[in-house]
């Protein structure tokens, strides 16, 4: 279910000019850590194209490893690192998706909640602005949006 | 409809009504067409315009299953409040999120149906792609209701097109009520002319003309047809006037012709009475024969003159009564009286009861008309005697005098032989005895020479007188004036003695026996000379002048004349007025003038008094026909 929610983010967020200025470039969704999809990410994004881009998804163990990424789902098993994750990526063009607690407080742009066997998203707009990204508001209004530091 | 019976004015703005009411109504009508049309549309682009909005807005809520925001994207409808239903289906085609006004749900459709809109009543509903970027994340399901949208139109569509209609027709009213006496008017004004003329029988009345258009032409033509039609009444009256009088005067005529023919007939059985009295009292037989030659009527004198009574006579042929000899000249005059001439003064005889002849003188006539011939009978025995009687002494006479004729001029003759031996034996014993003789034997001698010689004289004018018929010569062209001048020749001598004047006039040419002219003028013109008193010179003229075929000459003298109680006596033979010691003559050449006068079938006469001169007038004809009476 998450793995559709991070495919579908491709689909409301508008990367700064010069990221993806290749046609044919691919938009890679990066996973950070142990991987809770299994297969079923690579399945869903097979053959899928966001605006003319072909979808890719990578996996990353360390911040550090990450080259080009778009979207980068950041696993519960980095959550002790989330403060340094999010640091090194400052100033990066990518949109950091998490389920982590308080991810979207802490400097993530997207955290994802499960509420009544629901799942929401909480979206921190100073964060992505920060990484020169622009939400659609279309994905605003399905979200709840807060800012750093708070809850 | 009665649309034929209404004035033309509010036919013609019926028309116009009529026609910009149809107009308007089919503009009306295209024109709402074409709106109703354009708000379908409209509608279909409004909705689908709102579709996209709400599809676009719910491709976040689509994407992440959001239905809490689907609901709310939705319910933002209620301000539309037209559409009364709407749904949301995931690209599963499953219902996801639904919307509704007053709508039970199971109205919804179960699953989406093909993109696009279409009509259904008064519904319009659609399906639209729900779309982020170009991937399908689900459908959208609008259902508009158009009833009240197409009723509000409705409503005011029909209010502008009524307000449109009324305006337009109290426009097109006030319109036409002004411009159709454009051509009303001069049709009232025709009509009204027309209608006058009829009320008052008058012609002189003339249209006004109000414009050069048909009507105009119109109205050119009618005011033409008006002078016609006056002229043609004018005429009309005149003939009818002249017609009366005509009727009143061959009226008149004929009561006058009705009088007169009672007057004639007044007059016609007076006549009749009149024809009856006179044809029973006339001596003369008046009668008439039809064709057959049968008497058809006759009156009582027929007793008189053939001793037959009327009833005796009535149905016979009258050619019976003629005597034989004359039948065939009695049948061509009745031939000829029946080819159309009329005869008068034909004679002949008829045989009297007693077998006697009867001289009968006819008139006759033919009348085509009755096919009579209607004649008139004298009895002319007595005369025809009477004639007859005559005409045997006239026989006689000229036998006789012919004879006197032949005697005289015989014995003229006979008797010149003696005498000349007489006068020559006379002068001879004269010149003989010489101075032998006393004086009074002398005188004797000399007497007996004279009387010789007067007898000669007498003798040769016996002679003239008499050769004037048994010498007579053929009548020609005879030039008088040659003739008088041939004369005055022959008289030239005694004229010179006389110291005689003779006057000449211009004279013709006529037909006549040229000798005996000479002695007519010579006799005369001799009378002229010789009968003039002692030293008086005798003035002779001689003139004349036409009158008719006849010529009229006239020797005129200043001699000693005569009273013309012996007139008579002058042209008679033997017959003197003066003793012989005073003229000389032997009272024979003014008979052989009058003589020549006759012969030439003319006269002479004489017009004197004694000392006044005399006048002699032969008349002759100018022409002659040479043939000789005896």
Known sequence: MKAAFLYNFSQFIEWPAGVLSGSQSPLVIGVLGNDPFGGYLVELVRGERVNNHPLVVRHFHQAAEIRTCHILFVSQSEANQVDQILAHLKGRNILTVSDIDNFAVRGGMIRLVTENNRIRFRINLEAARGANLTISSKLLRAAEIVGSGRN | ?630
């Not at chain 2, 006496?181 to 049709?187: A, K, N, T, V, Y």
């Not at chain 2, 005697?407 to 007489?422: C, G, N, T, W, Y």
């Not at chain 2, 004279?450 to 004037?468: P, W």
Request: hydrophobic letters at 40%; charged letters at 25%.
């Open chain 2, 1 to 630: 409809m009665l649309l034929k019976n209404i004035p033309i004015r509010r036919k013609l703005i019926a028309i116009n009504l009529l026609t910009s009411m149809i107009v308007l109504v089919l503009m009306l009508v295209s024109v709402f067409t074409y709106e109703y049309l354009r708000l379908r549309q409209t509608t279909v682009r409004q909705l689908s315009t709102i579709g996209n909005i709400i599809a676009a807005n719910s491709t976040a809520a689509l994407a992440f299953g959001n239905h809490d925001d689907a609901e709310e994207i939705l319910s933002a409808l209620k301000g539309k409040p037209q559409i009364i239903a709407a749904a949301l289906y995931d690209n599963h085609e499953n219902l996801f999120s639904k919307y509704s006004v007053n709508l039970a749900d199971d109205s919804l459709p179960v699953a989406p149906q093909e993109d696009g809109f279409q009509f259904n009543g008064e519904s319009l509903s659609g399906f639209l792609p729900v779309m982020e970027g170009d991937k399908r994340l689900g459908t959208l399901y609008l259902k508009y209701d158009m009833g009240a949208v197409m009723r509000e139109w409705l409503s005011a569509s029909l209010g502008i097109a009524g307000a449109v209609m009324t305006i337009a027709l109290l426009v097109g009213y006030l319109l036409s009520r002004k411009l159709q006496q454009q051509i009303s008017q001069p049709i009232f004004a025709l009509a009204g002319t027309a209608k006058s003329i009829s009320e008052r029988q008058d012609f002189s009345v003339r249209a006004e003309k109000l414009g050069n258009d048909e009507l105009g032409l119109l109205t050119d033509a009618f005011n033409q047809m008006l002078t016609e039609i006056h002229k043609l009444n004018a005429t009309l009256e005149q003939r009818v006037a002249e017609r009366t009088a005509e009727l009143g005067s061959a009226n008149k005529e004929l009561k006058r012709e009705v009088t007169e023919r009672i007057g004639a007939e007044k007059a016609l059985s007076a006549a009749l009475e009149k024809e009856r009295l006179l044809s029973n009292n006339a001596i003369d037989v008046i009668c008439t024969v039809d064709a057959d030659g049968r008497f058809v009527s006759i009156n009582p004198a027929c007793k008189q003159l053939w001793g037959y009574s009327q009833e005796e006579l009535i149905g016979r042929q009258f050619i019976e009564l003629v005597v034989p000899e004359d039948v065939p000249k009695t049948n061509d005059v009745a031939a000829k009286i029946m080819a159309g001439e009329k005869v008068a003064d034909f004679e002949n005889r008829y045989r009297h009861k007693n077998g006697s002849h009867v001289y009968v003188m006819w008139t006759a006539s033919w009348s085509e008309t009755q096919q009579l011939i209607f004649s008139v009978a004298r009895d002319i025995t007595q005369r025809h005697l009477v004639e007859e009687k005559l005409k045997k002494s006239a026989v006689e006479l000229e036998r006789s005098n012919s004879e006197l004729e032949d005697f005289a001029s015989v014995a003229s003759h006979d008797l010149q032989e003696p005498l000349r031996k007489i006068q020559s034996f006379a002068d001879e014993l004269k010149m003989s005895v010489g101075n032998k003789i006393d004086a009074t034997e002398q005188d004797t001698l000399d007497r007996m020479i004279a009387a010789a010689g007067r007898m000669r004289t007498l003798i040769n004018d016996l002679l003239a007188f008499s050769r004037v018929t048994t010498m007579a010569r053929p009548f020609v062209p005879v030039d008088l004036n040659r003739i008088v001048q041939e004369v005055l020749w022959d008289l030239e001598a005694r004229t010179r003695d006389t110291m005689g004047k003779i006057e000449v006039g211009d004279l013709p040419t006529i037909d006549a026996d040229p000798m005996q002219m000479r002695q007519l003028l010579q006799n005369l013109i001799g009378n002229g000379l010789k009968f003039h008193a002692s030293g008086v010179t005798p003035i002779i003229k001689i003139s004349g002048e036409n009158g008719g075929p006849n010529y009229r000459l006239s020797v005129t003298d200043n001699g000693i004349g005569f009273d013309e109680k012996y007139v008579d006596r002058i042209f008679t033979v033997f017959q003197r007025l003066h003793g012989r010691k005073e003229y000389e003559g032997t009272g024979i050449g003014l008979a052989i003038c009058r003589k020549i006068a006759e012969r030439h079938g003319g006269e002479i006469n004489a017009r004197s008094a004694p000392g006044a001169g005399s006048t002699f007038t032969i008349t002759l004809p100018l022409k002659q026909s040479n043939e000789e009476k005896p």
